[in-house]
């Protein structure tokens, strides 16, 4: 559609080309749903659940906790 407007001396940017295609032609892009091909294996290491969710400690700084799964570094 642009090409054929520039061959007809119209200069349009191409967002107000989109946008006029959607509006006047009723044109819409179609999306279609993405698909990951990816397979659901084990887990790679699997550590023994030593806290067993009881959270409570009897003194302070006895029990902690943290999740370090999404800990991204500087050098990888």
Known sequence: MRIF???KKIILSDPT????IN???HL????RKKIYY????????VFPNLINQEFSAEEINQKW???FIYLFLTDG
């Open 5 to 7: 407007l520039v061959c």
């Open 17 to 20: 080309v989109h946008k006029y």
């Open 23 to 25: 509006k006047e032609l």
């Open 28 to 31: 819409y892009p179609i999306v």
């Open 38 to 45: 990816h397979d659901k294996g084990e887990a790679h290491k």
């Open 65 to 67: 906790c943290t999740d």
